[in-house]
């Protein structure tokens, strides 16, 4: 197999600046067939989003470190998301409850970490989007940034999205799944705080307790 020496998609959770002042650093990815240094050295944890088919398909590059974490956002004992879920901001509205163990689990394996974390799936866009969008608002962000941290997956998966479109049967069903603008993670995190009133709230509906909020 192929194997690069860069992830297109690799970034510090909310973007440039917003966590200066944290003494450990929360970066997103995508996932791909690279080489060890294509990841910020020194992490203390790696959180893996994806289901077990996936990971088959494309071992994590770091899945042999000892941060390793595999914790699947999607609940395997039902579908990704609702039948009426059909632009991505109503199925990410519809991981919220359809997968909130996933996503507590994730958030918990972020809060036991005691260093650098990296979050990731397989395009870091949608999973990994929906937790990089709550903890960012967690830790105060904007709703501007939020979006923007949002988008900006839209250039480092330029390539990919390309390729898919090459060889896509269904271009309506593709550009749906491939749509990354900031209306899309600032209309969810409107939704958990109109529905639960903070993202603090939210996760303490998943299951999290105060003490792992706090350490986030």
Request: net charge negative.
């Amino acid at each position: 197999m192929t194997t690069t020496s860069t992830l297109t998609n690799l970034r510090e959770v909310g973007g440039p600046g917003l966590q200066d002042a944290r003494a450990h650093t929360v970066y997103r990815a995508n996932t791909e067939r690279v080489g060890a240094d294509a990841y910020p050295t020194g992490l203390s944890a790696v959180v893996d989003l994806r289901r077990d088919d996936e990971v088959a398909r494309v071992p994590h590059p770091l899945a042999t470190t000892d941060g390793y974490r595999l914790v699947p956002l999607f609940d395997p004992s039902t579908v990704e998301s609702g039948a009426r879920a059909v632009q991505l901001e109503e199925q990410y509205v519809d991981w919220l409850e359809r997968h909130r163990t996933g996503i507590a689990a994730a958030f918990r394996a972020i809060a036991r970490a005691d260093g650098d974390v990296l979050v990731c799936c397989s395009a870091g866009k949608d999973r990994t989007g929906v937790v990089s969008g709550l903890l960012a608002r967690l830790w105060g962000a904007s709703l501007e940034t939020v979006g923007v941290d949002y988008a900006a997956s839209a250039v480092g998966l330029a390539d990919r999205f390309a390729a898919e479109r090459a060889v896509s049967t269904d271009p309506e069903a593709t550009a749906v799944a491939q749509r990354c603008v900031p209306e899309t993670m600032t209309t969810v995190v409107r939704y958990v705080e109109s529905r639960w009133g903070s993202v603090g709230a939210y996760l303490r509906w998943t299951g999290l307790t105060d003490a792992e909020i706090a350490s986030l």
